[in-house]
DNA sequence: GTTAGCATGTAAGGAGTTACATGATTTT
DNA sequence: AAAATCATGTAACTCCTTACATGCTAAC
C-alpha cells in the first residue's frame, strides 16, 4: 500500500497549503505549474489523496457549500471533492520542507523542492542549492575521468552525446552559482520576465510530420 | 516476467552486438557510455540478460575454454558467464534501430537512441532527430501558453523555475538543430577528436576494451 | 590477513503508468 | 444533439530499485 511517493505527496501538500482545489484542478496545476519536469496521471494522484486523507493531512469536503442552491440531501450527485489542507498536513508539509538530506537534491526531488522554495526558510534553500550543486559537480568529476579513459574508443556519436550531456550538467552548475550568489546579496534572482514577443527568437518554427494535435491530457 | 523493458533491452542488445561481454562490464558500461542519462542497477540488468536469452537473443558462454585447466567438472567454480548477441538478437536490434515511432524521441528513449546512431542508417536517424525536435517544440508552445497565461500570479521561485527549464529545451532545439543540419550535409557534427573522413559514416566500430578500472560501484 | 573490487544473483516492493469505466457540464 | 472537457476512480501492469545473499581474486 501507501501511494505516499515522495514527489508527489510533496507536491499535493504544497499545492493544496496555497488553496483548496478538487483532484481534476490539483493536476493541472502538477502537470504546468511545476510539470516541467515531472507529469502525474489521475491513477496515481487519486490514490495518493486517498493515502493523504487517511493519514489526516487531508480533509475531503463535498462541494455543497451552503450558498449552493443544489445542495440538496437528496441530489447526492457525484459531487466534486474538494481537498483542503487540515492542520496536521500544515505540519507535516513544514516538516518535509525543513529536510535537506540527498533526498532534496536528487534529480527526481529538486525540481518540486525548488518550486516551493517560496515557503522555505533561507538557510534550507542555501543548504538544498548547495547539496544540488556539490552533487552535479560530482557527476562532472566521473564524466571527465570516464572520457578521459575511453575517448579515441568511442564513435562520434557517443561521444557528442556525452559532451552535451556534460555541458548540461555545467549549464545547471552555472545556474545554480547565480542562485546561490543571489541568495547570498538577498536579493530575488533574474526576476526580468524578459517579455518574448510574438517575434520567436530563435528560429523556430517548421511543423515536421507527427503533427497529430494530440494534448495532454492524458488520461 | 518479462524484464523486456524497453531501454535496458535495447541497449544491452547494442553492446553486446560490439562484443560480448559478462554482466558485470555490461552495467559499468552502461553507466558510462551511455550513463549519463540512465544508471541501471544488477537487480533489472540480470533479470534482463536472463529474459533475453531464454528469447534466444543471447547465448550465454560459461567461461571454460578447452585450454582452461580448471575445467574439471567438480571445480564448478561458479565461472563468469560470456554474453554473446545471437543472430536472431542481431535481427531483433536491427528491427528495433528501424523504429521511428514516439518511442523512439520520448525522453526515456532518445538518449539511448542517440547513443546507437553509429550503426543506425541515415534516414531514421534524421526521423528521430526530427520527431525529437517537434516534440520539444510542441512542449515549448505548451510552456509559453502556460506561462501567458499564470504570468504574475505565480512566485519568483516558481517562474525562475520555468524559466530555466524552457531554456533548457531551447537549448536542446537548438543542439539537434545542429545535429540536422549536419546530417542533411553529411558531414558529422562537431567531430571532436579524430575524425572519420567524409566517406560513409555507418559502420563505425570502435573497438573497446574492458581495461578500465574504478567506478561508482552503486549496488 | 583484510579490505576493495570483481562477479552473480533473488525477493520484495516502490512509484508510477495505461487502459478501462463512468458520469456531469459546457461549448459548438 | 454531438463533441469536448470536466470530474472521479480502479485493476493490472511496468520498469526499476533496495536490500540481501554469496563467493572469488587482487592488492595493501
Not at 482545489?21 to 496521471?41: D, I, P, Q, W
Not at 495518493?48 to 493531512?57: I, P, Y
Not at 471533492?81 to 498536513?89: E, F, K, P
Request: with cysteine; charged share 35%.
Amino acid at each position: 500500500m501507501s501511494r505516499r511517493s515522495g514527489v508527489l505527496e510533496f507536491a499535493v501538500l504544497g499545492l493544496l497549503r496555497e488553496s483548496p482545489m478538487h483532484g481534476y484542478e490539483l493536476r493541472k496545476r502538477l502537470n504546468t505549474s511545476l510539470g516541467v519536469f515531472r507529469a502525474f496521471s489521475y491513477g496515481s494522484l487519486y490514490p495518493c489523496l486517498k493515502t493523504l486523507v487517511q493519514q489526516g493531512w487531508l480533509a475531503e469536503e463535498t462541494g455543497h457549500s451552503p450558498d449552493d442552491p443544489r445542495a440538496t440531501p437528496l441530489s447526492n450527485r457525484r459531487a466534486k471533492i474538494v481537498y483542503r489542507l487540515t492542520a496536521d498536513g500544515k505540519e507535516r508539509f513544514e516538516e518535509l520542507l525543513g529536510q535537506t538530506g540527498p533526498d532534496a537534491w536528487e534529480d527526481e526531488h529538486f525540481g518540486v523542492r525548488f518550486a516551493f522554495f517560496g515557503q522555505t526558510s533561507r538557510d534550507v534553500r542555501m543548504r538544498v542549492l548547495e547539496g544540488r550543486r556539490s552533487r552535479l559537480e560530482e557527476r562532472l568529476a566521473k564524466m571527465r575521468a570516464s572520457m578521459a579513459r575511453t575517448r579515441e574508443k568511442l564513435d562520434a556519436y557517443t561521444l557528442e552525446l556525452q559532451r552535451h550531456g556534460m555541458e548540461s550538467v555545467e549549464r545547471e552548475v552555472r545556474w545554480l552559482n547565480e542562485l546561490i550568489e543571489s541568495e547570498r546579496e538577498g536579493r530575488p534572482h533574474r526576476a526580468s520576465p524578459q517579455d518574448r514577443g510574438p517575434g520567436e527568437p530563435d528560429g523556430i518554427q517548421g511543423r515536421h510530420r507527427a503533427g497529430s494535435s494530440e494534448d495532454d491530457t492524458t488520461t
